[in-house]
């Protein structure tokens, strides 16, 4: 994804919102910081030891969301001034770049390909429902404030399914050939089942929250807190 974002930051790029996925960065650096927090956990008391190596990795990670800005004042900025400010035609046209490469993979001979493109078909629209959400809010700022880090995640979580597809795909291709080392691609092609099963379907889980949880945050009193 990383190399993918380098490559839409060309102004050669035609896709404008290509030059404003911020997003897919600081969704990067928070994950970043769960897999170093699970590295921890899963070293045990050893974790907190500095011979490990894992503490500092995961200290390391910390700062990240903080360099970027903030995940949150990234959030703004990607629902204020690259969703609402075009009416969503920019991130539109992300949709539509994945739906179309998806409509390829889902022909492809081999099932997991095919089952990947279908499950980020699936998460497209979802993002598209929730994007819809937020536009319909255009008037009410504080509606789309309220989303913005859930619509960040959102997409950064769609677009790693993208990449996973793109990777599945690939690796399917070159499973015959002899050049290449077989297991290694059944290995890439099972991280993108895992992903597209256990990750994926959060998009649609985070749609659902951005439509429907608007409400109960803004009835909340600073007071309480």
């Known amino acids: 994804m990383v190399w993918h974002m380098a490559v839409m930051d060309d102004p050669r790029t035609p896709c ?87 409509q390829q993979l889902a022909a492809h001979t081999d099932e997991t390909v095919a089952a990947n493109a279908g499950h980020v078909a699936h998460a497209v629209q979802a993002a598209r429902d929730a994007t819809a959400h937020i536009l319909a809010a255009a008037n009410e700022p504080r509606r789309p404030a309220v989303n913005g880090v859930n619509y960040l995640m959102l997409l950064g979580r769609l677009c790693g399914g993208w990449m996973m597809a793109r990777a599945s795909y690939k690796a399917a291709q070159l499973q015959s050939d002899a050049s290449c080392n077989p297991s290694f691609m059944q290995a890439k092609l099972a991280t993108a089942r895992v992903f597209m099963t256990h990750h994926l379907p959060q998009v649609q889980a985070l749609a659902d929250v951005i439509m429907t949880g608007d409400d109960a945050v803004l009835a909340m009193d600073p007071d309480w807190l």
């Open 16 to 102: 404008e919102f290509a030059h404003s996925q911020i997003f897919k960065r600081v969704w990067v650096t928070e994950r970043a910081l769960d897999v170093t927090s699970q590295a921890v956990q899963v070293h045990g008391g050893m974790g907190f030891i500095e011979e490990t190596g894992a503490a500092q990795h995961f200290r390391d990670a910390r700062i990240l969301p903080i360099y970027e800005g903030t995940t949150a004042i990234q959030a703004n900025d990607l629902v204020f001034r690259k969703t609402l400010r075009d009416g969503g035609a920019a991130v539109g046209e992300l949709f539509d770049e994945i739906d179309a490469e998806m």
